[in-house]
């Protein structure tokens, strides 16, 4: 099974820019990969996918701030985040979906100071 970490979280201004990395255990090539964010009281919800061929797709709210990669030599999926607003804070999870299971890491707190 693998497993998911997340890192590079941390405290930031408002206009800052985070870089956040999933780290897998095992190979994540063929696989649809997914950030998704869960704010204080708030539902998660899904920020960007990155398809097993290299697509990407993301919530209008980060569109143009918001950059979704891989490097599947390394297992990992990366995410950039820029512009960042006070909005953007929560905690940010790694996630993919395999035989009908869903796959989460631990998440890293991003928090944005206005």
């Given at each position: 099974q693998v497993q998911l970490v997340e890192s590079g979280g941390g405290l930031v201004?408002?206009?800052?820019?985070l870089r956040l990395s999933c780290a897998a255990s095992g190979s994540i090539s063929i696989k649809a990969m997914n950030w998704y964010r869960q704010a204080p009281g708030k539902q998660r919800e899904l920020v960007a996918i990155i398809t097993s061929g290299g697509s990407t797709n993301y919530r209008d709210s980060v569109k143009g701030?918001?950059?979704i990669s891989r490097d599947n030599a390394k297992n990992t999926v990366y995410l950039q985040m820029n512009s960042l607003k006070p909005e953007d804070t929560a905690v940010y999870y790694c996630n993919f979906?395999?035989?009908?299971?869903d796959y989460w890491g631990q998440g890293t707190q991003v928090t944005v100071s206005s």
């Amino acid at each position: 099974q693998v497993q998911l970490v997340e890192s590079g979280g941390g405290l930031v201004q408002a206009g800052g820019s985070l870089r956040l990395s999933c780290a897998a255990s095992g190979s994540i090539s063929i696989k649809a990969m997914n950030w998704y964010r869960q704010a204080p009281g708030k539902q998660r919800e899904l920020v960007a996918i990155i398809t097993s061929g290299g697509s990407t797709n993301y919530r209008d709210s980060v569109k143009g701030r918001f950059t979704i990669s891989r490097d599947n030599a390394k297992n990992t999926v990366y995410l950039q985040m820029n512009s960042l607003k006070p909005e953007d804070t929560a905690v940010y999870y790694c996630n993919f979906w395999e035989l009908g299971h869903d796959y989460w890491g631990q998440g890293t707190q991003v928090t944005v100071s206005s």
